[in-house]
């Protein structure tokens, strides 16, 4: 079955400073769903990525897809406390509609 | 607000019981999915539900069971509860399959 392993499982960064959070997949990616979750709380879904090579920008946030690495890049600049929280990346494995959803990775911002 | 509510927000029950969590998805949503999360497993995808027909089976135990009624609100049922079952159970809407889903603020399930 297919998995979705992030890295790294978590991260402490200074407020104003760039990070980059990653997303591998151990097979082939058909689309890609980057989520937050504040703990305890509902998703929020940030962006979904489809075609390979496909990178899309929401606010500071911007996400990459590269099919060939199996592989998804989140990168936020100039990181904000108010970008705290839990990052997921989730995917449909080849069109199953049995999602999946990485381990996360859980995000402070000092100020 | 992801425009999908769920009820109720907290339930403590003991072991052995049944117990019915509500779900109304987003307006013109016709997808609904069920996921279960805990501090062991992470995010495990159940069943998702399209126009009240069944579209997809995750890690689904037998002791669970859902539908979705004619209105397009959904129902987990979860009987003869375990404290193993003790977790956050979070439903979500989408317009359609393979669109980005909408996720409610998810049931608080304590097994005692």
């Known amino acids: 079955s297919q998995e979705l392993e992030q890295s790294p499982q978590s991260l402490i960064v200074q407020e104003g400073k760039n990070l980059t959070i990653n997303c591998t997949s151990s097979k082939t990616l058909y689309g890609l769903y980057w989520y937050k979750q504040k703990y305890g709380e509902g998703l929020i879904f940030l962006m979904m990525?489809?075609?390979?090579?496909e990178e899309k920008s929401h606010e500071k946030i911007t996400a990459k897809l590269d099919e060939k690495k199996q592989q998804s890049s989140l990168h936020i600049t100039a990181s904000q406390p108010s970008h705290a929280g839990i990052y997921l990346c989730g995917a449909d494995p080849s069109g199953t509609y049995k999602y999946i959803f990485g381990t996360g990775t859980r995000l402070k911002v000092l100020a | 607000d992801s425009g999908v509510t769920q009820t109720p927000k907290h339930l403590i029950t003991a072991t052995g019981q049944r117990v019915t969590l509500r779900c109304s998805p987003r307006?013109?949503?016709?997808?609904v999915y069920w996921y279960q999360q805990s501090l062991d497993q992470g995010l495990q995808f159940l069943i998702q539900?399209?126009?009240?027909?069944?579209?997809a089976k995750g890690n689904i135990l037998e002791r669970f069971s859902a539908q979705q009624f004619p209105d397009l609100h959904s129902e987990l049922n979860l009987s003869s509860l375990e404290l193993g079952d003790s977790a956050l159970y979070f439903c979500?809407?989408?317009?359609?399959?393979?669109?980005?889903?909408?996720f409610g603020p998810g049931t608080r399930l304590t097994v005692l």
């Open positions: 979500a809407s989408s317009v359609a399959t393979s669109h980005e889903q909408f």
């Open positions: 539900y399209y126009n009240g027909e069944e579209r």
């Open positions: 990525l489809q075609k390979g090579g």
């Open positions: 307006s013109g949503d016709l997808s």
